[in-house]
């Protein structure tokens, strides 16, 4: 036996009838006539084999099954309309959510003044921070798991492409009272028999660093090592030593403990945002590399 065929149109008239409690009512809020929502009615109980309403003294008493089907109606009312303004807010930029992945570093010494650029240029943008270190970092980004990526290696994952923002050099971090503050460039020869904290030894950056006094031939006082710029500098704060780590969190953590001082040597520090080649495009996105970008060539 055929199923009846009950359209949208009819549970559209169903709820409006429920609501109003009248075949005017429901008219009025349907843009309708009264007898079309009575037509309308009429052929839903023929399909259905039951009556809905009782009819009494000019109102529509719902019947004990027009109840049960109302319950059932709403939660279904209630997922499209969520359907529809999840729709709508796609289209709104405040509305917008954008997933960003990055170094833990970064997260705390440049998406902060990004997301502020950000904001004051479009409005509120809903943005989900998530920090990783690598190589994790690149296998989420490969598996499109969010819309942008922040590291600093120079090579895309696979599934992603490499935007450089500029570039920039290291820094030297001092304590505060420190004899090397009194200078405003630091020469390679200023680090001799100095007590330095180092990044670990797997650190790309730690390499280059090693290999720059190594050519040079002078001797540092190495005893401490740290994954973590943020932590080298809290370590240098603490009098434990002097670095050199990346010129934006040795900005962030910059204060009357802190003081950084430029190196009269380079060691280029870039950081790449990494975009997903098969996540939809959102315009936010875009936005937000620019800010990071300008935040970037604002402290270079």
Known sequence: MQEPRISHRHLEVFRAL???GSATGAAQ????????ISRELARLERLLGYALFER?????????????????????????????????????????????????????????????????????VAVSVATQEAPLLQEW???????????ELSEAPPGT??????????????????ALARRERLEVADFA?????????????????????EQAGVQRRLHLETHSAVAVCAMVQHGLGVAI?????????????????????????????????????VAEVQWLVDALAEEVAAHG
């Open 18 to 20: 429920m609501q109003s």
């Open 29 to 36: 809020m349907l843009l309708s006539s009264q007898p079309t």
């Open 56 to 124: 009494a003294q000019g109102r529509l008493r719902p019947t004990a099954r027009a109840l049960s089907l109302w319950e059932e109606v709403q939660r279904s009312w209630q997922g499209l309309e969520r359907v529809v303004e999840h729709a709508l807010a796609l289209g709104r930029p405040h509305q917008a959510r954008i997933g960003v992945l990055c170094l833990p570093a970064l997260s705390h010494a440049l998406l902060p003044g990004a997301l502020a650029r950000l904001h004051a240029r479009h409005g509120p």
């Open 141 to 151: 980004m490969s598996a499109q798991r969010h819309d942008l990526g922040l590291a």
């Open 161 to 178: 492409r490499a935007l450089a923002l500029p570039a920039m050099d290291e820094v030297a971090v001092l304590p505060a009272g420190h």
């Open 193 to 213: 028999d100095v007590s330095f904290v180092s990044l670990a030894c797997d650190d790309p950056y730690r390499r280059q660093i090693d290999a720059v006094f």
């Open 245 to 281: 780590v990346n010129p934006l969190t040795a900005r962030a953590c910059a204060g009357p403990q802190l003081l950084v001082r430029a190196l009269a040597f380079s060691i280029p520090f870039q950081v790449h945002a990494l975009l997903p080649l098969h996540r939809p495009a």
